[in-house]
């Protein structure tokens, strides 16, 4: 399994393409996501399965839509399912230039429930406290998880925003993703990959 990072406009918002034997399946679409990303899957002669939104924030979302005009099914967990279905109300927290789309989901994650994914079993883990439907989606035998907004290497989402809570995201963090193998390597919306041995050392929010 391949997997591709793309750190994308317009506020470093990283998208995850991971492919194997003619398939592929998204993490995230951020602005320009589209059109990063279907030139490789006409090149490569890819289908892409699905695009699986880590959470429901415009930054991640903001491609979707046209993920969606051109077939792909766009799958999320119920906790940001209004925002995506309706992204005006962050109206606020976008630039006044920043148009995103409504997108549909075409297929609702719930946590504990493993989905087939490029030929692997992948377990999605509900982690809120970011947002309320962050979900991480953990694949044991490729020992990778991405992780959306919850933690990045050295670092916490942001638990300030509309639906986030700190005790919330801490107990969620520790129980979701500190439980994970120790050398699972974590895929973050934001900045670079990491690891759960990593961040249990160095950690300064959810380490130790
Ligand atoms: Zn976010």
Known sequence: MQIRGYELPPIGTNAFLFSDNGHAVLFDAPQDAWETVKPILEAESLTLDALILTHGHWDHIADAAKFQQNDIPVWAHSGDQEWIEDPSIMAAFMSSDMVVP???LDRVLAHGETVELLGQSAEIR??????????VTYFPEAKV???GDAIFAG????????GGDWPTLKAAIKAQIMTLPGETTLLCGHGPQTSVEREKATNPYVGG
Request: proline share 21%; glycine share 12%; charged share 10%.
């Open 102 to 104: 409504p997108t549909k």
């Open 126 to 135: 509900h982690v809120p406290g970011h947002a309320p439907g962050n979900i």
């Open 145 to 147: 998880c991405v992780v």
């Open 155 to 162: 670092s916490v989402g942001r638990p300030d925003l509309p």
